[in-house]
């Protein structure tokens, strides 16, 4: 079993950055995959970015250029760096450890308590 907590979420003005952090309770490398989800009111939990142990990524056309996944093995902590950020953005963040197949496809089998992201004037 794997918990996550996520954190640095917050309030942000369009065009402004956050960096969100994933601090998992056992090693990320040894964990297969991890990625970041966001859910919208109304709207279906949606994949913004993947991450697998060899450090492969895979990001949602929406945040392609502006969002970068990473982690640190060494802290057991995956990170988002979202910049550019958009009011379609606003969302809560979840974290999530799981598997990803030759495609990257992401089968998720923990998840975080999510973090509430805001890009708002």
């Known amino acids: 079993q794997v918990q996550l907590v996520e954190s640095g979420g917050g309030l942000v003005q369009p065009g402004g950055s956050l960096r969100l952090s994933c601090a998992a309770s056992?090693?990320?490398?040894?964990?297969?995959?991890m990625g970041w989800y966001r859910q919208a009111p109304g709207k279906e939990r949606e994949l913004v970015a993947l991450?697998?142990?060899?450090?492969?990524?895979r990001y949602a056309d929406s945040v392609k250029g502006r969002f970068t996944i990473s982690r640190d093995n060494a802290k057991d902590t995956v990170f988002l760096q979202m910049n550019s950020l958009k009011p379609e953005d606003t969302a809560v963040y979840y974290c999530?450890?799981?598997?990803?197949?030759?495609?990257?496809?992401?089968?998720?089998?923990?998840w975080g308590q999510g973090t509430q992201v805001t890009a708002s004037s």
């Open positions: 999530s450890s799981g598997s990803a197949d030759y495609a990257l496809r992401f089968s998720s089998a923990y």
């Open positions: 056992r090693s990320t490398y040894s964990i297969k995959a």
């Open positions: 991450i697998t142990r060899w450090g492969t990524t």
